[in-house]
Nanobody, 123 residues
Framework: QVQLVESGGGLVQAGGSLRLSCAAS????????MGWIRQAPGKEREFVAA????????YYADSVKGRFTISRDNAKNTVYLQMNSLKPEDTAVYYC????????????????WGQGTQVTVSS
């Protein structure tokens, strides 16, 4: 089992940047593919980005491609989401999630979830 704790959210103006971090407990972090999923007010959760166990493969939603970068440091049991050129429509609670071995086909197939961190982008 793995526990996930997100940090780094906050209030930022449009065009600004934030970096989210997700710290994982346990000694098997490198056996989990990791993802970021967000939920805006009144909307369903949606996939944002994912990264394979080694970090060699990354995946992005079209809405964030070219602006967000996911990365991981297996030595620190941490996954990051660098968010640049933020837009008001990026406002959401951002969740970190872990899935054993592979990146799942759908955001709702992750095994473990963090509690979320709020990102608010003002116009």
């Amino acid at each position: 089992q793995v526990q996930l704790v997100e940090s780094g959210g906050g209030l930022v103006q449009a065009g600004g940047s934030l970096r989210l971090s997700c710290a994982a407990s346990g000694r098997t972090f490198s056996s989990y593919a990791m993802g970021w999923i967000r939920q805006a007010p009144g909307k369903e959760r949606e996939f944002v980005a994912a990264i394979s166990r080694s970090g060699a493969s990354t995946y992005y939603a079209d809405s964030v491609k070219g602006r967000f970068t996911i990365s991981r440091d297996n030595a620190k049991n941490t996954v990051y989401l660098q968010m640049n050129s933020l837009k008001p429509e990026d406002t959401a609670v951002y969740y970190c999630a872990a899935n054993h071995f592979s990146v799942p086909g759908s955001w709702d197939e992750y095994d473990y979830w963090g509690q979320g961190t709020q990102v608010t982008v003002s116009s």
